[in-house]
């Protein structure tokens, strides 16, 4: 996962007036901005999602099959915090860096998935190894509002808050060896043409479990 490619791909997809960069670094008279009224997106949190960490060390090959893959340390599934900031130097812009945010929600709202492949970002699921993106929009109370702007000391700006969430999809090309799920054992003595010297005739399988049952014969 290319995160900061991911980021810089989707600013440029939702709209040309957004640029990356640290709300809480700007300053009254700051003039590093291409434009004095723009939507400035800045990652205000990254964390792993702890819901989807609990997976099994050995991944099937197909999902549903009982054919496994070799053992892999479970993927970290990452949800990223994007704050999208209205910021205008001047006074008469304000309104239009409001609908320059709108912009914004608007393009979230007709996209709650996307999917990206390390270099394109998609509304349709491409073809080959890709990630899942879902997004959903953070609503804030004036109480939480506060808190979000304290934390990062600066001036409140009109804004909104969006969760990314990531989850891997793995696309494996070899195909694992399957397992065994029956086998057949016969013991001798002696001879093993001669019926009367067989000791003992079983099979081995697998109950719904997965655990190997014995069946005699």
Not at 104 to 109: G, K, P, T, Y
């Given at each position: 996962?290319?995160?900061?490619?991911?980021?810089?791909?989707?600013?440029?997809?939702?709209?040309?007036?957004?640029?990356?960069?640290?709300?809480?670094?700007?300053?009254?008279?700051?003039?590093?901005?291409?434009?004095?009224?723009?939507?400035?997106?800045?990652?205000?949190?990254?964390?792993?999602?702890?819901?989807?960490?609990?997976?099994?060390?050995?991944q099937?090959?197909?999902?549903?099959?009982?054919?496994?893959?070799?053992?892999?340390?479970?993927?970290q599934?990452?949800?990223?915090s994007?704050?999208?900031?209205?910021?205008?130097?001047?006074?008469?812009?304000?309104?239009d860096?409001?609908d320059?945010?709108?912009?914004?929600?608007?393009?979230?709202?007709?996209?709650?998935?996307?999917?990206?492949?390390g270099?394109?970002?998609?509304?349709?699921?491409p073809?080959?190894?890709?990630?899942?993106?879902?997004?959903?929009m953070?609503?804030?109370?004036?109480?939480?509002?506060?808190?979000?702007?304290?934390?990062?000391g600066?001036?409140?700006?009109?804004?909104?808050?969006?969760?990314?969430?990531?989850?891997?999809?793995?696309?494996?090309?070899?195909?694992?060896?399957?397992i065994?799920?029956?086998?057949?054992?016969?013991?001798?003595?002696?001879d093993?043409?001669?019926?009367?010297?067989?000791?003992?005739?079983?099979?081995?399988?697998?109950?719904?479990?997965?655990e190997?049952?014995?069946?005699?014969?």
């Amino acid at each position: 996962m290319n995160l900061k490619a991911l980021i810089e791909k989707l600013a440029e997809t939702i709209s040309d007036k957004i640029e990356i960069a640290n709300v809480a670094l700007l300053g009254d008279a700051d003039n590093g901005l291409q434009s004095n009224s723009a939507i400035i997106l800045s990652i205000v949190n990254l964390e792993e999602d702890k819901v989807l960490k609990n997976q099994t060390l050995y991944q099937p090959y197909v999902p549903g099959d009982n054919t496994i893959n070799k053992k892999k340390n479970p993927t970290q599934n990452l949800s990223l915090s994007l704050l999208f900031s209205s910021y205008n130097n001047s006074q008469e812009k304000y309104l239009d860096g409001i609908d320059k945010l709108e912009e914004v929600i608007r393009f979230f709202q007709n996209n709650l998935v996307l999917y990206w492949d390390g270099t394109n970002l998609s509304d349709t699921e491409p073809m080959g190894s890709f990630d899942k993106v879902l997004i959903d929009m953070i609503s804030l109370k004036l109480d939480q509002v506060n808190q979000l702007w304290s934390y990062l000391g600066a001036k409140y700006l009109p804004s909104v808050l969006y969760r990314l969430q990531f989850i891997p999809v793995q696309v494996e090309e070899n195909q694992a060896d399957g397992i065994v799920q029956k086998a057949k054992i016969q013991l001798w003595e002696n001879d093993k043409n001669d019926i009367a010297g067989e000791l003992e005739s079983a099979t081995f399988t697998k109950d719904n479990n997965n655990e190997t049952i014995k069946i005699n014969n």
